[in-house]
């Protein structure tokens, strides 16, 4: 989170309407927040259920589909 929180929080402030900033913000902490609360329930989850190697290996599949994802819609704008 590091490494991109500020990135996106100015992708917010450029992108929102001058009047709907606040809001823009609300919503996007909601939705990062909601997102956390899901990873970290499920890794929590496959921790007690399966154990630690799951928890990374669950970790490494997610980090693949996303680096599938992005490159495909890459690809697909390109063309």
Known sequence: MGLTQG???RLV???ALARLRGTAFGVF???T?????????????LWDWVGPAATFLAGAG???LG???AVTARAVREN
């Open 7 to 9: 990135l996106l929080a």
């Open 13 to 15: 402030a450029d992108t």
């Open 67 to 69: 680096l599938i994802g």
């Open 33 to 45: 927040g909601l997102a956390i609360l899901a990873a970290n329930l499920i890794a929590g989850g």
């Open 29 to 31: 902490h909601l939705t």
């Open 62 to 64: 997610f980090t693949t």
